[in-house]
């Protein structure tokens, strides 16, 4: 099976740095993506990793660890229409040119002026 | 384009009825995806057709059945639902190449009311 945790809920203040973290237990680990869905709406691909390291782009930022099973994304210069839910997904090994992804529960992050 | 086409955006259905939902995509995707999404609930993964072939079924009632006419078109009958099936069911494709992650894009979705 499959185990994929993140935090429920997260405050940060408009302007500020927020970190979203992840991890995962899984077996036949592929890669990671991180989503985000706001209230109502389809999900929108952010970011993904598959070897261990940071990625950048623009004021999100995703690391990944293999080894230790954590990823975080990393949100710069908060604006209030980050305000939304934030889905790491982890990808299992491709078969034949598709991937079954797993979803976490979403972090459901809330931006203060 | 990355835009993956939904309709109907919303459907009341009453438990005897026979219903379609409809996803189209034209980036040249041959991976396609029916997701299911109750509230304040992650998707969860319903149907995989790559190449125009079914290939994850997850356990998924007959009362839903996917069809893939053709590699842009993808369709999820529905037949005889029950009160709890009523979620937001999510359509997505990606690139069917064997790379080692392809991301997914989604549809926006139809809101789905079983009375």
């Known amino acids: 099976g499959q185990n994929i945790d993140q935090p429920t809920e997260m405050t940060a203040t408009e302007g500020a740095i927020v970190q979203i973290n992840c991890t995962y237990q899984t077996s036949g680990f592929n890669g990671l993506f991180w989503y985000q869905q706001h209230a109502g709406e389809a999900p929108t691909f952010l970011s993904y990793?598959?070897?261990?390291g940071l990625e950048e782009k623009g004021r999100f930022s995703s690391f990944l660890s293999r080894s230790k099973g954590y990823s975080y994304l990393l949100l710069k210069e908060l604006q209030m229409k980050d305000s939304a839910s934030y889905l790491c997904?982890?990808?299992?090994?491709?078969?034949?040119?598709?991937?079954?992804?797993?979803f976490g529960i979403g972090t459901k992050l809330q931006v203060i002026p | 384009d990355t835009e993956v086409t939904q309709t109907p955006k919303h459907l009341v259905m009453g438990m005897t009825n026979k219903k379609s939902l409809k996803c189209e995509q034209h980036?040249?995707?041959?991976?396609m995806y029916w997701y299911k999404q109750k509230a304040k609930k992650p998707p969860e993964l319903m149907f995989v057709y790559s190449y125009e072939k079914l290939s994850i079924n997850e356990s998924v009632p007959s009362r839903f059945s996917p069809e893939c006419p053709n590699s842009s078109l993808l369709n999820l009958h529905l037949h005889a639902l029950q009160p709890e099936d009523s979620a937001l069911y999510l359509c997505?494709?990606?690139?069917?190449?064997?790379?080692?992650?392809?991301?997914?894009?989604f549809g926006p979705g139809t809101r789905l009311t079983v009375t």
């Open positions: 990793n598959v070897l261990d």
């Open positions: 997904a982890v990808s299992l090994r491709p078969f034949g040119g598709y991937q079954k992804v797993t």
């Open positions: 997505a494709s990606s690139q069917g190449v064997k790379r080692v992650l392809n991301e997914q894009y």
């Open positions: 980036m040249g995707h041959r991976a």
